[in-house]
C-alpha cells in the first residue's frame, strides 16, 4: 500500500520491455505494485497489450492496471481513458472508411481482422468534455458504432496556433451542423479516425495517412504492421513508413521503407527471400502488392523528437532516393543514399518458395510446355497497304510456317493447347469455395482466337495498336487478355471503378467512382487506344467519363463463334 506506481509510455516503450527483458532479467523483476500503465501517444497494439500481459504476470503484474489512453496536445492532453481490463475489438479491415459501420457486426468477418483497443470515454460531468465523432467532410455528428473523425469540445482546448490564423480556424473553431443547437460551443478537429462503442473510443488510423489502393481504402499503421510481422527478426520494429506514390497515369501505389536490424544479413539472395515473406504479408492482409520496398540502415528513417513515422518527409525521401529528384547537394538528403541497403520494385520477381521452383515462364503463364525452336516461326508478311495478312497467321503449308505472332507467349500456349485440350485450366471460385465457372485449354484458346479475329477482320486493330480491358476479375478478362496476345495488339488492363450498391449512394460512394472514372479518362488518353473492351455492367461506364473513349464495345461473355460473317480458318500447331 505504500508502493503504489504509475507508469506512462508510448505502445513502443511495452514492446521494447518485450523484446529485452528475458530470463534472469525477468526473474528478478517485481511487478506487483504497478497500479496503472498507461499507454498512448501512438497506436495501441493489441499484440503488444496481450504480450505483455502475458510476459510480465509472473512478476505480479495484473492486466486490470493497463489504461489505453488518448490525448491531445492541442487538448492539454487527456481525452479519454481510464485504468480497466483491455477490452479489444476484432473488426472488419473492409469497413474502416468514413461512414462505414463496423459495429454492431452483422456477419462473420469477409476479409481481414483489425484488432482495435478501447478508450473509456468518462461522462462529461467528470471531465467538462466531450468525444464526439463527426464526418470530416459534412461536419454531421455520426452514430455510435460509425467510423467518422475524432472531435474534442470542452475548456482544455487551446485557443490556437500561434499566429496561424486560417489554421487555428479550421482546427480549433469547427462546429457540428445541427438544427436543434445552433449555438453549440467550438469544437477541436483531431485528424484521427474512429468510431464510439458502448462507451469507449476506438481509434482506427489517421486522417492524413489513409491510403486509397486500387479502389481500396488502407491505413498505413496497419499496413506497416503487417510488413512487421512478414519480415519478423528482419525488420526493426516501429521503423517501417507505407507511404502513396504516384505511378504513371495518374494511380498510387504502395511503396514501403523500413529499417532492417543491424544484425540482418545483407546478401542479396537473403534479403529477396526475406522480402518475400513481407511482401506475402502485406498481399494476403490487406489485398494490395506493394510496387517497391527500400530497405535502410537502422536508425536512418525519418521520426519525430516523440518517435512518430514522419511519413509525409518519407515520400519527399523516397523521390529523393528511387525517383531521381535529386537535391543540389549532399546534405539536402533527407535520407543518406549511403544508408540505402536495398531497392525491390515489383518489377523484380522475388524468388520461388525453396520446395518448388518453377521455370519463369511457367511462373507467369502457368503453361510448362518447352519453348520451340527460334527457326520454327516467322513473322507475319505485311500487305502493301502496311496492313498484316490475319488469315496467314494461322496458315501452314508450302514450305511457309505461320504461328501466332506473340511467340514468347501465344507459341507456347498453342502447344499446350494442342497437347492438354479438354484440360481444365483456369477456374473462377464463389466466396464459398465452390467453383463457378472454368476454362480449358481448347475452350480458352477458340474463344481467344473469336477474339482475335473480331478485333483484326472486324474492327480493324493493327500490330501495336492499343486495346483497354475494363474488366472485372474472372474468366472473361483471361480471354480477352489472350486474345489480344494473339491479334498482336497492346493489352492495356484497367479495373473498372466501383459502382455504388445503393440508389442512394453516400458522398465518399460517390466521390470514389469519380476519382476512379477520372483516373480511366487519364490512362484512355495517355494510351489513346482504339477500342474498350468491357462486359456489360462496365460498359455502362461509356456515358459516365468527362470525356469519353473513341468507342466502347462490350463483348459480354468472350464469343464462342467468330462474328457474323467471319471465319476463323483452322490452325495448325507447330
Given at each position: ?47 503488444t497489450v496481450t504480450e505483455f ?25 487527456y481525452c479519454c481513458g481510464r ?362 484458346r477458340e474463344q481467344a482466337c ?125
Open positions: 500500500d505504500t508502493h503504489l506506481v504509475q507508469r506512462t509510455a508510448p505502445n513502443l516503450g511495452y514492446a521494447l520491455c518485450i523484446r529485452r527483458v528475458k530470463g534472469d532479467a525477468l526473474a528478478k523483476r517485481s511487478l506487483a505494485h504497478w497500479k496503472v500503465a498507461m499507454n498512448g501517444a501512438e497506436p495501441i497494439r493489441a499484440s500481459s502475458a510476459r510480465f504476470a509472473s512478476c505480479g503484474f495484473e492486466s486490470r492496471a493497463w489504461a489505453p489512453v488518448f490525448g491531445l496536445a492541442e487538448n492539454c492532453l485504468a480497466e481490463e483491455t477490452v479489444i475489438l476484432q473488426v472488419d479491415r473492409a469497413c474502416l472508411g468514413v461512414g462505414d459501420k463496423p459495429m454492431p457486426q452483422t456477419g462473420p468477418i469477409q476479409t481481414s481482422i483489425l484488432e482495435a483497443c478501447g478508450h473509456y470515454i468518462l461522462p462529461e460531468s467528470s471531465t467538462s468534455q466531450m468525444v464526439k465523432i463527426v464526418h470530416n467532410e459534412t461536419c454531421e455528428e455520426l452514430p455510435d458504432g460509425t467510423v467518422g473523425e475524432i472531435w474534442v469540445c470542452g475548456p482544455s482546448v487551446a485557443g490556437g496556433y500561434w499566429q496561424l490564423e486560417d489554421l487555428s480556424t479550421d482546427t480549433f473553431r469547427a462546429r457540428i451542423k445541427s438544427t436543434t443547437n445552433p449555438t453549440d460551443a467550438p469544437h477541436l478537429r483531431s485528424g484521427d479516425l474512429g468510431f464510439i462503442w458502448e462507451r469507449r473510443l476506438y481509434i482506427v488510423g489517421r486522417i492524413k495517412d489513409v491510403l486509397t489502393i486500387k479502389g481500396r481504402t488502407l491505413h498505413a499503421h496497419d499496413i506497416e504492421v503487417c510488413a512487421e510481422r512478414g519480415g519478423e527478426g528482419f525488420l526493426r520494429p516501429g521503423c517501417c513508413a507505407a507511404i502513396p506514390i504516384t505511378a504513371e497515369g495518374g494511380e498510387d501505389t504502395l511503396v514501403i521503407m523500413s529499417e532492417i536490424r543491424p544484425e540482418a544479413s545483407t546478401n542479396p539472395a537473403d534479403l529477396e527471400q526475406n522480402l518475400r515473406g513481407v511482401v506475402s504479408e502485406i498481399s494476403e492482409s490487406e489485398g494490395v502488392r506493394p510496387s517497391a520496398i527500400v530497405l535502410i540502415t537502422a536508425r536512418s528513417i525519418l521520426k519525430t523528437t516523440s518517435g512518430k513515422l514522419r511519413r509525409r518527409e518519407m515520400r519527399q525521401a523516397y523521390a529523393q532516393l528511387v525517383l531521381g529528384e535529386r537535391p543540389a547537394e549532399k546534405w539536402q538528403f533527407l535520407i543518406p543514399e549511403s544508408a540505402v541497403v536495398h531497392v525491390w520494385k515489383d518489377t523484380m520477381p522475388l524468388p520461388a518458395p525453396a520446395r518448388k521452383a518453377p521455370e519463369p515462364a511457367a511462373a507467369a503463364s502457368r503453361l510448362a510446355a518447352p519453348a520451340a525452336p527460334a527457326s520454327a516461326y516467322k513473322t507475319v508478311p505485311p500487305q502493301a497497304g502496311g496492313r498484316e495478312d490475319f488469315s496467314a497467321i494461322f496458315r501452314h503449308g508450302s514450305g511457309d510456317h505461320y504461328t501466332p505472332v506473340q511467340l514468347s507467349f501465344t507459341g507456347k500456349f498453342e502447344e499446350n493447347a494442342k497437347r492438354f485440350g479438354a484440360r481444365r485450366l483456369y477456374s473462377w471460385m464463389r466466396g464459398d469455395c465452390s467453383e463457378e465457372a472454368s476454362l480449358s485449354f481448347a475452350e480458352l473469336n477474339l482475335c479475329v473480331a478485333l483484326r477482320q472486324k474492327w480493324g486493330a493493327n500490330t501495336g495498336d492499343r486495346v483497354m480491358l475494363v474488366y472485372p476479375p474472372g474468366l472473361d478478362f483471361l480471354v480477352a487478355f489472350f486474345g489480344a496476345q494473339y491479334a498482336a495488339v497492346i493489352a492495356v488492363p484497367y479495373y473498372p471503378p466501383i459502382m455504388p450498391t445503393s440508389p442512394m449512394p453516400s458522398a465518399g460512394a460517390k466521390k470514389l467512382l469519380a476519382d476512379g472514372l477520372e483516373k480511366l479518362s487519364r490512362i484512355s488518353q495517355s494510351c489513346s487506344p482504339i477500342l474498350f473492351l468491357s462486359t456489360k455492367v462496365c460498359a455502362a461506364l461509356q456515358h459516365r467519363p468527362p470525356r469519353p473513349p473513341r468507342r466502347c464495345l462490350c463483348v459480354g461473355r468472350c464469343p464462342r463463334s467468330p462474328p457474323h460473317g467471319l471465319t476463323a480458318p483452322t490452325p495448325t500447331h507447330p
